[in-house]
């Protein structure tokens, strides 16, 4: 609907690995991945024949925090099975501190989530697999006022069943995986206050065909197929609406001892019309022993929504995609015994950037192409280990700077040029260690980021310090954790989007068992 | 003797012409059933009663109208946008069932016909922005703020048009005011009441400006809204032979002491000097275009001054007695 996955809704206890893909991607993943991607995905379970893995785990925090989940690993002749499930609530009744120096309670904010993931593979032949994933949460939360409102009585509720098939053949010299994927979303707002009651449905149907190989004189060659269909029905679109998306990419890749050089292409349709075409050139080189260099162009997209597309009022038909070129540079120290760096630089201008704004003649808002927005930063990374004696020490901090520029004078929303985006801080320093002994870890971690501009009013900068303290226990064939965390040690009083407050210092206590 | 008669002839004269007809417009004549509205969605394009004009402008694309609709709902603790044709009192001014709700995009305006002097209006908050600066919503804050101190206030400017002349005086009014340093003097207005428009003398259009104190990067965050009932305007000033200023004026205005009039067809008539309430102060019944007028006996104020010809064409202007 607004062309975004809410993150808040992903429970990352379901997912085994979370990658985090800082650069331009469209040519890679396709629609929207101006400036990344998230890729959430479970590791493959071992190659061992009836092999049983269970994990519980239960947890308790505060201001009513309650959590559960379990993982049960199955793995018998051909057949490999996960299930995860997980279950969370909270009241989030925290308080915090108002401008007037008042405290005052968080109120209607109950939240709790429910979630079923299963995977299930059958391994047909040595190199063949079919596995079935499917993903069903149920969400409700209560909506709580803002710190210049009385009362609130919203509430949300989302429904999710996703459903994915995929047939892999693995190879010497090539690889093919065909998927195909059904996500049925439901989601529900109502505010009994002002007589809203939104019920908004959404099936989305997906086919995507991968087919890699790699040729002997060091080329791997991709080639991708992906078609989806996706109908939204809303009470606040005409009718139901559906629009296709289809796209065709490739990409060859080239292996010297030293560096490599990959060029991608991507070519997006649409069922109205909007087509894209996006290129992207990678150059990666060992200039040294110890550092490697990236380089890499390329043109990101971004198809307007379907909210953008159908809204009523306002949605807008004619909306052109967001487009521009995207360049980074990226520069990594990597050798075992001395920290670990990285540094990149990047730019990226994306022309049409869509803004809702007045339409005329109305009082309605309505999307238009209005703005251009030059993107423009460095990022510094470095982690560091230390091995010393039984203590291990891992550090890792974090920099970026970001200029995010709106490079259009706008009215409404009243916009300057060279103003920077709203809610994007210029500065964001993270910085964590974590100490190892024996089966002790501490982990104390920190961030900071500048201060925002927000719609209404300007928000300050803040830092917020977390710990963790595990402790485990291997019994045989049975291990034991025990954990407790601290976050927002110093309780900041913070926020991140205006009159909304955010929790400050909050405990958790959590045990994990594992067979 | 003769003075008997000119005081005799004084008070028939006062008697004949008696106290002026004011006319009030009060929707009543959209004879609508209870809980019900007119937003322009018949594409009439506005709403008329007496001499007054209510543009409305209907957008059927999306649904949406601006400046002024008919209505006649009664919900008055329903919030947000659902509820956007309420008053806040549940009815109209004086407990009528009819009013009307302006939604003020860039500007309402309101047309009078012919070139009168509008005397008074009645004003009130809609039920959506009433509750909206009451307890806050999603998008608008509680008046007060987190503090309860924010110097909030939601403010309607009125303003007058002549012949597309901009007049000069502006007037204000609080339709919530949280600017005072006592608290317990912050008020939302929550009842019919009553502004005099006399300050902008003749007029054919006004026009009605809200702005807040709660605005944001997308323009003012307060509900757009305010209600409207019982318009009033000085009947006996109307006149389809009313010989316009161009060729007449007068002066000085304001005036202390004397007032002269100067005209291009104005020889001579009947001179008749009326108050607020229409209630004649002065008559000169043979009154000549280049004699002075003596007003030093009247108290400050406003009054209107009307010259009837020998052949019944009138001239009427108003003037300030400082």
């Known amino acids: ?515 | 003797m003769k003075r008997t008669l000119l005081i005799t002839s004084f008070i028939l004269s006062m008697t004949t012409l008696g106290v002026a007809q004011v006319e009030t417009t009060d929707l009543e004549s959209f004879n609508l059933e209870i809980d019900t509205f007119l937003n322009g969605s018949d594409f009439s394009g506005g709403f008329s009663e007496n001499r007054i004009f209510l543009p409305n402008s209907y957008e059927d694309t999306y649904g949406s109208w601006s400046g002024w609709s008919i209505s006649t709902m009664t919900d008055n603790t329903t919030a947000g946008f659902t509820n956007q044709y309420a008053c806040i009192s549940g009815s109209g001014a004086n407990g009528s069932s009819h009013y009307a709700t302006s939604f003020v995009g860039g500007g309402s305006y309101m047309l009078i016909e012919g070139d009168i002097i509008p005397q008074k209006i009645s004003i009130n908050n809609s039920t959506y922005a009433y509750l909206s600066m009451l307890n806050g919503d999603s998008f608008a804050k509680k008046f007060g703020g987190e503090s309860g101190d924010d110097p909030d206030f939601f403010l309607l400017t009125i303003k007058a048009y002549s012949n597309g002349q901009l007049k000069a005086d502006s007037l204000d009014f609080y339709l919530a005011d949280y600017r005072a340093t006592d608290n317990s003097l912050d008020y939302i207005i929550d009842e019919w009441t009553e502004i005099d428009l006399s300050l902008f003398l003749r007029s054919d259009s006004l026009t009605f400006n809200l702005s807040s104190s709660d605005n944001g990067a997308f323009g003012m965050n307060t509900p757009s809204y305010f209600c409207a009932d019982d318009i009033k305007i000085d009947d006996i000033l109307y006149s389809q032979d009313n010989i316009h200023s161009t060729t007449t004026n007068l002066y000085p205005n304001p005036t202390v002491d004397m007032l002269q009039i100067e005209s291009t067809t104005l020889r001579n008539g009947q001179l008749t000097i009326y108050n607020q309430q229409g209630q004649v102060i002065k008559a000169i019944g043979k009154y000549n275009i280049t004699d002075e007028i003596d007003v030093r006996a009247l108290p400050h104020g406003q009054y209107y001054i009307e010259i009837k010809a020998h052949d019944n064409t009138r001239w009427v202007d108003s003037f300030i007695k400082n």
């Open chain 1, 1 to 515: 609907m607004l062309g975004v996955s809410d993150l808040s809704l992903v429970p990352s206890q379901l997912f085994d690995q979370l990658q985090v893909i800082k650069s331009g991607s469209s040519a890679d993943y396709g629609n929207g991945a101006i400036t990344g991607a998230i890729d959430l995905s479970n590791s493959e379970l071992q190659q061992q024949n009836n092999h049983v893995a269970l994990e519980v785990n239960i947890g308790a925090g505060s201001y009513g925090l309650r959590q559960g989940g379990l993982n049960l690993n199955i793995n018998k002749n051909k057949w490999q099975s996960t299930t995860k499930l997980y279950t969370a609530s909270s009241e989030n009744d925290f308080p915090y501190i108002l401008d007037s120096g008042q405290t005052r309670n968080n109120s209607h904010a109950n939240f709790n989530t429910k979630a079923w993931l299963q995977s299930l593979s059958y391994q047909l032949k040595s190199n063949q697999k079919i596995s079935f994933q499917s993903w069903v949460q149920r969400t409700f939360r209560e909506i709580p006022p803002t710190t210049t409102q009385n009362i609130s009585e919203a509430v949300q509720e989302d429904k999710v069943n996703r459903f994915i098939l995929d047939y892999e053949v693995n190879n010497k010299s090539y690889a093919l995986k065909t998927q195909i994927a059904f996500f049925d979303e439901n989601n529900i707002y109502e505010d009994p206050q002002i007589l809203i009651n939104n019920q908004n449905k959404f099936h989305r149907i997906i086919s995507k065909t991968k087919f890699s190989t790699e040729l002997s004189n060091n080329y791997i060659i991709s080639v991708l197929a992906e078609i989806s269909n996706t109908k939204g029905q809303s009470e606040s679109y005409e009718d139901t609406e559906s629009l296709t998306n289809y796209a065709l990419s490739g990409s060859i890749k080239k292996i010297w001892s030293s560096s490599h050089l990959k060029l991608s292409m991507r070519q997006a349709r649409n069922s109205l019309g909007n087509s894209f075409l996006s290129p992207s050139l990678l150059f990666n080189q060992d200039i040294s022993p110890l550092w490697n260099l990236q380089a890499k162009v390329s043109r990101e997209y971004r198809f307007p929504t379907l909210n953008e597309l159908f809204w009523r009022p306002g949605g807008n038909s004619d909306l052109l995609s967001e487009h521009g070129w995207n360049q980074e540079l990226d520069l990594r120290c990597n050798k075992p015994e001395s920290p670990n760096i990285r540094m990149s630089i990047y730019h990226r201008l994306i022309n049409d950037w869509i803004l809702w704004s007045p339409i005329d003649g109305t009082f309605f808002y309505g999307p238009f192409n209005i703005s251009k927005v030059r993107s423009y930063g460095t990022e510094l990374q470095v982690n560091h280990s230390l091995n010393l004696e039984s203590l291990t020490v891992d550090l890792n901090t974090a920099y970026s700077y970001t200029i995010s520029q709106n490079l259009t004078t706008i009215k409404t929303p009243k916009i300057n040029a060279g103003d920077q985006l709203f809610y994007i801080p210029r500065h964001q320093l993270i910085a964590g260690i974590t100490n190892t002994y024996k089966n002790i870890t501490l982990t104390i971690n920190g961030a900071y980021l500048s201060s925002t501009e927000g719609i209404i009013e300007t928000l300050d900068g803040y830092t917020l310090i977390n710990a963790y303290l595990y402790y485990d226990m291997d019994l045989s064939s049975h291990a034991i954790q025990l954990s407790v965390g601290i976050n927002n040690m110093t309780d900041t009083n913070y926020r991140i989007i205006e009159r909304r407050p955010m929790m400050g210092r909050n405990v958790s206590v959590n045990i994990k068992y594992k067979i």
